[in-house]
């Protein structure tokens, strides 16, 4: 990866970092891979709990077995279009779905606070969406390197902000 592909955006009077992926098949195949657990470790994390409840447990496992688990806020969701939530660490995250052709485009977010690193965070996630992608199409997760994203890609999500 060479070029970043997110933007900032004002949703709600907030910023947020927006980052678009596009998958080949029907929203509800990439809903479940980004919803259901199983399908979820095999690029990011798990989760365990009852989502029914409005509350799960994540688990980042992408970063290795030992992670705590974080308390998740699932604040909306409408399968296979939408969903959004709090992390207890205080990251609004979100995508939507969009289904068109054959096509699914992801659109995935997350609201950011003056103190938020984005030279960290937008990195971040197209490593994880990039994992995603690979996950979707079969291909091995792990063969996406994060030397490739970071810091490869922190200065130029500096000046996205910068420029804002």
Do not use: N
């Not at 900032?8 to 891979?33: Q, Y």
């Amino acid at each position: 990866m060479t070029a970043i592909s997110g933007s900032l955006r004002k949703i709600d009077d907030a910023p947020h970092l927006v980052l678009t992926r596009r998958f080949a098949g029907p929203a509800a195949d990439v809903w479940l891979d980004l919803t259901d657990s199983d399908r979820l470790e095999r690029w990011i994390g798990r989760w365990e709990g009852d989502p029914a409840s409005g509350s799960i447990v994540f688990f980042m496992t992408a970063e290795g077995e030992a992670v705590p688990g974080e308390a998740y806020t699932i604040l909306d969701c409408d399968p296979p279009r939408r969903f959004a939530g709090d992390t207890a660490s205080g990251w609004r995250l979100w995508f939507e779905l969009a289904e068109s052709g054959g096509e699914t485009t992801l659109t995935f977010g997350q609201r950011l606070s003056p103190t938020d690193d984005i030279g960290s965070i937008g990195p971040g996630w197209e490593y994880y969406l990039d994992r995603l992608v690979a996950a979707q199409a079969g291909v091995d997760p792990g063969s996406i390197e994060w030397d490739h994203y970071y810091p490869v890609l922190q200065g130029e999500y500096e000046r996205l902000v910068a420029a804002d």
